[in-house]
């Protein structure tokens, strides 16, 4: 079968740093991005790694092994925006089909 | 900045009816794909879209649902006699690739009483 396992919830506070780990067992891989969404809206792309190691954009780093079918995003300077479910995708084939895991629920307090 | 945009962005419809979810991609993309995402639950991938024809299915997309792009702008999901659990959230979404960064919409959130 295909699963991603990520952690239903984490709280930090406002200024903080936190990582949201992602591990995955999927048919296909070609890549593990992290989405972002708030409130049921719209997912929001945040970042994407197809090779190991790590990618950084602004505030968000992601990274990933793909030896250990494992991934992370990592969060810095937390701001109270920041609230909102993020969720690891795997894109499964050469078709772009994204396989979502079952989403973090962030909470960042004052 | 080129969006993905849907409509309705709400849609009540009564049991066994028929419905059809819009969506305009964003002009240059290529790849076109529907997902749903049940209330608290995860976004699931329902169809993708590629050079007028069907790529890749998920069993969700069984013989009820039906996807079209009528014209070169829209893309439509058609869901015939509707059941009451395909109350959902259904975004599409679009990519210039396969493995590019897919945009999604912000949705159409469909009521089936």
């Known amino acids: 079968g295909q699963s991603l396992e990520q952690p239903s919830e984490v709280t930090a506070v406002e200024g903080a740093i936190v990582q949201i780990n992602c591990t995955y067992q999927?048919?296909?891989?070609?890549?593990l991005s992290w989405y972002q969404q708030h409130d049921g809206g719209a997912p929001t792309f945040l970042s994407y790694?197809?090779?190991?190691g790590l990618e950084e954009t602004g505030r968000f780093s992601s990274f990933l092994s793909r030896s250990d079918s494992y991934g992370y995003l990592l969060l810095q300077e937390l701001q109270m925006k920041d609230s909102a479910s993020y969720f690891c995708a795997v894109r499964d084939g050469q078709g772009g089909k994204l396989i979502f895991g079952q989403g973090t629920e962030l909470s960042v307090k004052p | 900045e080129p969006e993905v945009t849907q409509t309705p962005s709400h849609q009540v419809t009564q049991m066994g009816q028929e419905v059809i979810l819009r969506c305009v991609p964003i002009s240059n993309h290529l790849y076109f794909y529907w997902y749903r995402q049940i209330l608290g639950q995860k976004v699931e991938f329902l169809v993708s879209f590629y050079n007028n024809e069907i790529s890749e299915k998920s069993e969700i997309f069984d013989d009820q649902f039906s996807v079209e792009r009528p014209d070169g702008s829209n893309f439509t999901l058609k869901i015939r006699s509707t059941k009451l659990e395909d109350s959902a959230m259904y975004f599409c979404?679009?990519?210039?690739?396969?493995?590019?960064?897919?945009?999604f919409g912000q949705g159409t959130r469909l009521t089936v009483v």
């Open positions: 979404a679009s990519s210039e690739g396969p493995a590019n960064e897919a945009f």
């Open positions: 999927t048919s296909g891989f070609y890549g």
């Open positions: 790694n197809a090779l190991d």
